[in-house]
C-alpha cells in the first residue's frame, strides 16, 4: 500500500492506526482487535532513519532497535540509552519511536529525549503536510495534535552540533520492563573556551507532558565549566532551582516528593557526567 | 485472502483478519501450542517467538505483519538450530525449567543471542532475557545455562543424594509440555465470565433468556440458579463460605456473577459489556481497620466485627518478662497484598461422560478439587475426575478452585466439553494474594543478649473469603518467634474480612509477613546490646531439648545454629567488604552505601495438628516394568522427580526404568496437597514404604521364571502396594501449646546490598542462603528452589504490591526480572530427620521467609533507613534516610 492510498482511506474513515502495536494492543486489555486498521508498518515511505539536508528524519516505521543499530551523531547517545530501557529486546524490536509519541503516557521513553533535541514532528493528510513542534504536538496526557484524518510520518530533528553531548537516566523499581518513576535528559554543548554553548535538559514522569527546563538552561548556558568551582557553580544552580515545570504526582510508583528530590539529585550527576564528556572532546581536540 | 507465511520451516495460510494476534493465530489456528500466553500485554515474554530472526512478543503483532516473513517457534527450532538444541539440553543439565511455561520463551529469546555468540557474558544474556518473566527458578540457573552452552556435564548419579535432571523436563525444553490451556480438544466450547466490576455491588440480570437467543454463537449462560449442588466452597470445612456465583451481593472487585458460553470463534470477540446485568457500586472496606468499625455491616453473618478468626500462642508470662527486660525492642510493620504471579494464568477444560465429569487443568490440589466439585454439582466424588495438567507454577494459589466449577458446571449441562482461559487480569483479580499484615511486636533481651520475651500482635486482612485464612492466622503464632528459644511469649493475630480478593495460602502461610518483624527486632535487640548480629542469632538459637513456644522439645533434628554458623565466614567477609566500600565511599564523596543483612527463619511441614496423609500406589506389570503411581502435584519445584528418586532408591529399580503416572484422582490415590512444604517428607515417606514394599513383593517373586506368565490384577498388575504416611503430631490446647507438627525445617540468609541514598534505589549484591534440609534428596532441584524463594523474597521486599483495582496487570504490578536477582549461593546443611525419608525435611516455604527481612536488615545497616512499610520502594527507602538525618 502507498502512503497516498492510506491517508485516503483515513479521510474517508477514522481508522485506528497500527505500528508496532506494543501499545495498540495492550490498550484493548483482552478484547479483539478491531478488524480494519492502517498499519504504517506497509508505507514504505515510512521507514528508515535519514540524514536529509540539515535534518534527521525518523520515520515513522522506524523501531527503537533500527535507531540503536543507526550510525548517529554522539548527541543521539541519549536517545539511544533511552532505546536501550524501552521494555525489554521484544519491545525495541516492535516499538517504534513515532508510536511513542502519538499517545503519549507521561512516561512515554522517548519524550524527553527528543525534547531535548529540538524535534518535530510532521503529520500528513490527504490534503497535504504540516509541521509541529514536538512540544506543542503533544497537548496532555495520551492526547495530541493529531487529527483522525492524519498521520504522523516522520520525527524531525536538527542535526545537532557536532560537540554535543548527551546522557538519559530512568529510574525504575526493577531492571527490564519497567515504567519509569522519573527519568531525564541531559544535552550539553560546549565551545572551545569550555563555555556552554548549548544546553537543553527535559524531564520525564514529573508531569503530564516531559518537560524542558528551559530557566535551567538560560542560567547554564554561557557559562565556563572547566574548572571544579565553575562546575560547583553549576552544581548550585541546580540545587537551587525550583522545577516551577514540573508538577508531579503521587502514584503507585513513587511520591510527588520524591520525584522532585529525585530528579535534583539525579540532574546533578548526570549534567556532571556529560560535562565530563564535553571537556574530554576539548581535551582531545585542543 | 488468506495471509500467508513460513511457519517453522512450513509455508502456512491463515485466514484471519490483519489486526488478529499472532500469539492466538498460532496457538488457536496453527496448533503452535508451545508458544504461551501470560499476559496478552507484552509484559512477560511467553509468547516470545523469532519474526525474521528477531525476539518479538506474539500477542504484540498483527498476523497481517508476517505476510511474507518467516515466523520460528521453539518446536520449530528444536527441529533445526542447533543453538537452541543445545541451549534445551543445557536448561535440562543446569536445572533451569521448573514448572517450564516461561521455558519456550526463554529458550527462543536466547537463540538470537547464541547465533552471534556461543559463549556470551552475562550482562549480555540478561539484556537477551529482560523481556522474559520467570517466577519459579529466580533466574541464576537460566544464567548459567544460557552462558554455558558449551560446557556441559552430565550428572548420572540418579539416587538419593545425586541431582538426575528432573524425570518431566525433557518436554518442557521442547515446547511439548502440555499445560492447562493447551489440552482442550478442538471442539470445545469457550466459557467467558462476568466478574463485578466494583468491590462491593449489588446486581440484577436483565433479560439473559433473550441474550442467549439473540447472540450468535452463545450456547448458554450460567448464574448461581443453574448449580444443583451447593454454591458454596472453600478449602477448610468449617470456613467455606465462598460462592462459584454471587447471589445478590459481590464482595470483591472480580467477584463473578456469571458465564457465558459459547462458539470459540464467537467467543473470542466476546465483550462482557454486551452481557445483560447491572451493577451498582456499595459503599466498601478494604482494609481491616476500617472492616473493624462496629458500624460496618458483615460481610458474613457469623463474623462479629468481621474478624473471620483468630490465633493464639503463649507460654510462660510474657508481660512481666518484658517489663524485666533489659533492653527491649519494638516493631510495627505493614505489608501489601502480594500476588503469585505464576506466569500461567488459570484455566483446564470439563467434559462430561455419563453421568460423571472429567476435569483437565492446572492445581495444587487434585483430591480437594474433585470434593469440591462433587459438592457443586451435587455428585458422588467418586463420579469426579480431575486430571492435573502440567502447572505452570502454583506457589497456593493453585490449591483453591477457580477455573474449576465453571467449566464443570457448563459441561454438566451442556454436555460438551467447555474451556475456559483466565486473562492475566481476571487472574490478578480473583485468585488469592498473600494476606496484607499489620504486626506490632516487642522483644525483650537480658544484658547478655538473650532474649527473654516475645508478644505479638497481627492483624491480617483475609479479603472476601476465608480461604486460607485460618491457616495463616493459626501458623503464624506458632511461628513468630522465630526458631530461638523464648520461654514468655504470647502472639496473638486475627484474620478480617474486607471487600477485597480472598487472601490465601502464599508460600509461608503469614510466616514471612512475622518473620519480618520479628528479624528486625532482633537486629534492633543485637545492636542495643552491642552484640555482632550474627552472633546474637545463635545466643538465642533454638537447640534440641530445648522446648519451642507450643512446648515441643526435639531430640536431634534442630537445626538452625548449624545454619547460622554455616554463614559465618561469608557474614564475616560480607561485613569486611561492605565496611572498606563504605569508607571508600565516603572518601570519594560516593552516593553509594553497602551493607549486610541477616536473618532466620523456621517452618513446620504439613499440616498443623492435623492428619495429613499421602499414599503411594506402585505396581509391577505383566512386562516386568516398575510404575509409579505419583499424585502429588509437580507445580514446578520437583515432585514428579523427587518422589521418583526416594522410590527408586527405595525400591532398588533405576529412575530411568520406573514409569512415571502422575497426578489424576482415577488413577493416582490421594497424595495430598502440594502446600505446607509437604511433599518431600509427607509424600516422600509414602513413597519410601512403597518402594520398600514392592522391593518386598518382588523379591518374594524372584524366581518366578517369566513375569507374563503370573496373573495380573484389576490394574494390570502382577504385584502392586499402595502405602500411606501420616506425620505424627498432638492437637494444641487453649495456649496453643502441643506438638503442631512432626518436622520444621531451617534456615538463615544473608543478604548483601548497596543503596544510592541520594535515590533511594537499592541494588543487590550478592546473598548466601544456609538451608537445613534434613538430607537433600536432589540438590540441584534444591537450590532451584532456595533461589527462587529468595527471588519471591526480593520481590516482596522491594517492589511487589498489589493493590485491588489498579495494579491487575504485570507492568503495573512488578515481580522481579533477570536482572534482578544478584548471585545466590547456597549452602545445604543436613540435620537428619527422625521423622523424614532419609532424614529429609521441607523446604518450599522455608526458602522465602528468612530473604525480606535480611534484605531490610541490610538497608538499615547500609543506610540507616529503617523502612517497615512494605514494598521497600526507592521513595520509601528515601523518606526512611531523611527521617534517620
Not at chain 1, 14 to 21: D, K
Not at chain 1, 162 to 168: D, H
Amino acid at each position: 500500500m502507498s502512503l497516498a492510498l492510506a491517508l485516503k482511506q483515513l479521510a474517508n474513515n477514522p481508522l485506528p492506526v497500527i505500528a508496532g502495536g506494543t501499545d495498540f494492543y495492550p490498550a484493548l486489555q483482552d478484547g479483539a482487535a478491531p478488524a480494519h486498521a492502517i498499519d504504517v508498518t506497509q508505507l514504505s515511505e515510512l521507514k528508515g532513519i535519514t540524514l536529509i539536508g540539515n535534518e534527521w528524519r525518523i520515520g515513522a516505521a522506524a523501531t527503537w532497535t533500527e535507531l540503536l543499530q543507526a550510525d548517529l551523531p554522539p548527541a543521539f547517545n541519549a536517545i539511544k540509552a533511552a532505546a536501550r530501557d524501552v521494555g525489554s529486546v521484544q519491545i525495541q524490536n516492535r516499538a517504534t519511536l513515532v508510536g511513542n509519541i502519538c499517545e503519549p503516557s507521561p512516561a512515554a521513553d522517548g519524550v524527553p529525549t527528543l525534547l531535548a533535541l529540538d524535534a518535530s514532528v510532521e503529520l500528513q493528510h490527504a490534503g497535504g503536510t504540516r509541521r509541529i513542534a514536538l512540544q506543542n504536538f503533544i497537548t496532555g496526557v495520551r492526547t495530541t495534535q493529531r487529527k483522525p484524518d492524519e498521520l504522523v510520518t516522520a520525527i524531525y530533528v536538527p542535526a545537532p552540533l557536532n560537540t554535543e553531548r548527551s546522557a538519559f537516566t530512568k529510574l525504575g523499581a526493577r531492571s527490564y520492563l519497567v515504567i519509569s518513576i522519573a527519568m531525564l535528559a541531559v544535552h550539553i554543548s560546549t565551545n572551545e573556551q569550555g563555555h556552554i554553548n548549548r544546553c537543553a535538559l527535559a524531564v520525564g514522569s514529573c508531569s503530564p507532558i516531559a518537560q524542558r527546563l528551559f530557566d535551567l538552561e538560560t542560567a547554564l548556558n554561557g557559562l565556563a565549566i572547566n574548572t571544579a568551582t565553575e562546575q560547583q557553580a553549576v552544581q548550585a544552580l541546580i540545587q537551587s532551582y525550583p522545577f516551577n515545570e514540573l508538577s508531579p504526582i503521587d502514584d503507585v510508583r513513587g511520591t510527588a516528593d520524591y520525584r522532585l528530590t529525585v530528579v535534583r539529585a539525579v540532574l546533578q550527576r548526570t549534567l556532571l557526567s556529560v560535562i565530563q564528556q564535553c571537556l574530554s572532546i576539548s581535551s582531545v581536540h585542543p | 485472502m488468506g495471509i500467508e507465511f513460513e511457519l517453522n520451516g512450513a509455508n502456512i495460510v491463515l485466514e484471519l483478519p490483519a489486526t488478529h494476534r499472532l500469539s492466538d493465530a498460532l496457538r488457536e489456528h496453527a496448533q503452535c501450542r508451545d508458544v504461551k500466553v501470560g499476559c496478552n500485554a507484552g509484559d512477560c515474554g511467553l509468547c516470545t517467538v523469532l519474526l525474521n530472526g528477531d525476539a518479538v512478543c506474539a500477542c504484540l503483532v498483527p498476523i497481517g505483519q508476517v505476510a511474507g516473513k518467516r515466523i520460528d517457534t521453539l518446536s520449530g527450532l528444536m527441529q533445526t538450530e542447533a543453538v537452541t538444541q543445545r541451549l534445551a539440553n543445557s536448561f535440562l543439565m543446569h536445572g533451569a525449567a521448573q514448572c517450564g511455561i516461561c521455558t519456550p520463551g526463554l529458550l527462543v529469546a536466547a537463540t538470537p543471542l547464541l547465533r552471534e555468540n556461543k559463549t556470551p557474558c552475562e550482562q549480555a544474556a540478561k539484556d537477551a532475557l529482560g523481556g522474559v518473566l520467570c517466577r519459579c527458578t529466580g533466574y541464576r540457573k537460566i544464567l548459567a545455562a544460557v552462558c554455558n552452552t558449551e560446557a556441559l556435564t552430565t550428572n548420572n548419579n540418579a539416587r538419593v543424594g545425586g541431582s538426575p535432571m528432573r524425570v518431566d523436563g525433557y518436554p518442557k525444553v521442547t515446547g511439548a509440555e502440555q499445560f492447562a490451556d493447551d489440552v482442550a480438544p478442538e471442539n470445545a466450547l469457550v466459557l467467558k465470565v462476568i466478574r463485578s466490576p466494583y468491590h462491593r455491588a449489588s446486581f440484577s440480570f436483565g433479560d439473559i433468556d433473550a441474550f442467549v437467543a439473540n447472540t450468535e454463537g452463545v450456547h448458554a449462560v450460567f448464574t448461581h440458579n443453574d448449580i444443583p449442588g451447593v454454591n458454596q466452597f472453600g478449602v477448610i470445612p468449617p470456613f467455606f463460605d465462598q460462592p462459584v456465583f454471587a447471589e445478590s451481593e459481590c464482595r470483591f472487585k472480580g467477584e463473578p456473577v456469571a458465564a457465558v458460553v459459547g462458539d470459540a470463534g464467537v467467543m473470542h470477540a466476546f465483550n462482557p459489556d454486551s452481557f445483560p446485568v447491572s451493577f451498582n457500586a456499595l459503599e466498601a472496606v478494604l482494609t481491616p481497620e476500617e472492616a473493624m468499625q462496629p458500624t460496618v455491616k458483615r460481610l458474613h453473618e457469623n463474623s462479629e466485627h468481621n474478624v473471620m478468626c483468630e490465633g493464639f500462642v503463649q507460654c510462660g508470662d510474657a508481660k512481666s518478662a518484658l517489663k524485666a527486660a533489659s533492653h527491649t525492642a519494638t516493631v510495627h510493620i505493614e505489608t501489601g497484598f502480594v500476588e503469585h504471579a505464576y506466569l500461567e494464568p488459570e484455566a483446564g477444560y470439563a467434559i462430561r461422560q455419563g453421568n460423571r465429569i472429567s476435569l483437565y487443568g492446572c492445581t495444587q490440589a487434585p483430591y480437594m478439587n474433585r470434593d469440591s466439585i462433587a459438592s457443586i454439582l451435587g455428585i458422588d466424588a467418586k463420579d469426579v475426575q480431575m486430571v492435573s495438567t502440567a502447572t505452570g507454577g502454583g506457589f497456593g494459589s493453585k490449591l483453591d478452585i477457580s477455573w474449576q466449577p465453571l467449566v464443570a458446571l457448563a459441561a454438566w449441562h451442556l454436555k460438551q466439553p467447555v474451556r475456559v482461559t483466565f486473562s492475566r487480569r481476571e487472574s490478578m483479580q480473583s485468585t488469592t494474594k498473600r494476606h496484607p499484615a499489620s504486626i506490632q511486636v516487642q522483644f525483650g533481651c537480658d544484658e547478655h543478649g538473650k532474649v527473654t520475651a516475645a508478644h505479638f500482635d497481627g492483624v491480617f486482612n483475609t479479603g472476601a473469603y476465608a480461604s486460607w485464612g485460618p491457616t495463616v492466622a493459626n501458623r503464624v503464632p506458632i511461628h513468630a518467634s522465630g526458631p530461638y528459644r523464648i520461654a514468655h511469649y504470647r502472639a496473638r493475630t486475627q484474620a478480617v474480612y474486607t471487600h477485597c480478593a480472598p487472601s490465601g495460602a502464599f508460600r509461608g502461610f503469614g510466616v514471612p509477613q512475622a518473620a519480618i518483624a520479628q528479624e528486625i527486632a532482633f537486629d534492633d535487640l543485637a545492636n542495643q546490646v552491642g552484640m555482632d548480629r550474627l552472633a546474637f542469632r545463635l545466643h538465642n538459637a533454638l537447640r534440641n531439648g530445648e522446648p519451642t513456644i507450643t512446648g515441643q522439645v526435639f531430640d536431634g533434628a534442630v537445626g538452625i545454629s548449624e545454619c547460622l554458623n554455616a554463614l559465618e565466614k561469608a557474614w564475616t567477609d560480607a561485613n569486611k567488604r561492605a565496611t572498606l566500600a563504605n569508607k571508600n565511599a565516603i572518601a570519594e564523596h560516593s552516593h553509594q552505601r553497602f551493607g549486610v543483612g541477616i536473618a532466620s527463619g523456621w517452618y513446620g511441614c504439613g499440616n498443623t495438628s492435623l492428619p495429613n496423609p499421602s499414599t503411594i500406589k506402585a505396581g509391577v506389570n505383566a512386562d516386568g516394568v516398575v510404575c509409579l503411581h505419583q499424585g502429588a502435584v509437580d507445580i514446578g519445584q520437583g515432585a514428579n522427580t523427587v518422589i521418583a528418586q526416594i522410590f527408586s532408591d527405595a525400591c532398588g529399580v533405576d529412575l530411568a526404568d520406573i514409569r512415571l503416572i502422575s497426578s489424576d484422582t482415577d488413577i493416582t490415590p490421594d497424595a495430598g496437597k502440594t502446600s505446607a512444604s509437604r511433599q518431600t517428607f509427607v509424600s516422600g515417606n509414602a513413597a519410601k514404604l512403597a518402594g520398600a514394599a514392592l522391593r518386598k513383593k518382588m523379591l518374594r517373586l524372584g524366581n518366578t521364571p517369566s513375569w507374563s506368565d503370573l496373573p495380573v490384577d484389576g490394574d494390570g498388575y502382577v504385584v502392586q502396594v499402595s502405602e500411606t504416611y501420616d506425620p505424627p503430631t498432638l492437637p494444641l490446647d487453649e495456649n496453643g501449646q502441643g506438638v503442631p507438627y512432626a518436622v520444621y525445617g531451617y534456615a538463615a540468609q544473608l543478604a548483601e546490598l548497596c543503596v544510592d541514598i541520594e535515590t533511594g534505589q537499592v541494588t543487590l549484591l550478592n546473598f548466601v542462603a544456609a538451608h537445613d534440609v534434613g538430607k537433600a534428596i536432589n540438590p540441584v532441584l534444591i537450590e532451584g528452589q532456595i533461589q527462587g524463594g529468595v527471588a519471591q523474597g526480593i520481590g516482596l521486599a522491594l517492589m511487589e504490591s498489589f493493590i485491588p483495582g489498579r495494579t491487575e496487570n504485570l507492568h503495573d504490578y512488578l515481580i522481579p526480572t533477570i536482572g534482578d536477582i544478584p548471585p545466590i549461593e547456597s549452602i545445604l546443611v543436613e540435620v537428619a530427620d527422625p521423622h523424614g525419608p532419609f532424614g529429609a525435611k521441607g523446604l518450599g516455604e522455608h526458602v522465602l521467609i528468612p530473604t525480606a527481612p535480611a534484605i531490610l536488615n541490610a538497608i538499615y545497616h547500609a543506610s540507616g533507613a529503617r523502612v517497615t512499610n512494605l514494598p521497600a520502594t526507592p521513595d520509601k527507602v528515601l523518606a526512611a534516610i531523611s527521617k534517620d538525618t
